[in-house]
């Protein structure tokens, strides 16, 4: 059974961190890169940054980028997302999701095979 698993969201405030974490069972996790989602209420789905399980290649949306790390253990079958120096912009529940592809992208969810629950962050200002 495919499951993806995130935690590690929570309640913080604007200028603080936390860092997600997803883990994943149920597939060879070597072939597929892992995107990291999230979803505000009343506005659509975004991608937020991905990495490539192959290559450890890495990409990230422009609103997160500098501030936003993406990492994989490969033999965890865990990528981590630091956020740094959050704003109350970032307040959304945040999904990771698993694509059958070497290369990396966030921005073609609709692409993606496999979806974790989701994790809530808040930001307060």
């Known amino acids: 059974e495919v499951q993806l698993v995130e935690s590690g969201g929570g309640l913080v405030q604007a200028g603080g961190s936390l860092r997600l974490s997803c883990a994943a069972s149920?597939?060879?996790?070597?072939?597929?890169?892992i995107g990291w989602f999230r979803q505000a209420p009343g506005k659509e789905r975004e991608g937020v940054s991905c990495?490539?399980?192959?290559?450890?290649?890495?990409d990230y949306a422009d609103s997160v980028k500098g501030r936003f790390t993406i990492s994989s253990d490969n033999a965890k079958n865990t990528v981590y997302l630091q956020m740094n120096s959050l704003k109350p912009e970032d307040t959304a529940v945040y999904y990771c999701?698993?694509?059958?592809?070497?290369?990396?992208?966030?921005?073609?969810?609709?692409?993606?095979?496999?979806w974790g629950q989701g994790t809530q962050v808040t930001v307060s200002s």
């Open positions: 149920g597939f060879i996790f070597d072939d597929y890169a």
């Open positions: 999701a698993a694509l059958w592809s070497v290369a990396c992208n966030y921005y073609s969810d609709y692409e993606y095979d496999y």
């Open positions: 990495i490539s399980s192959s290559d450890g290649s890495t």
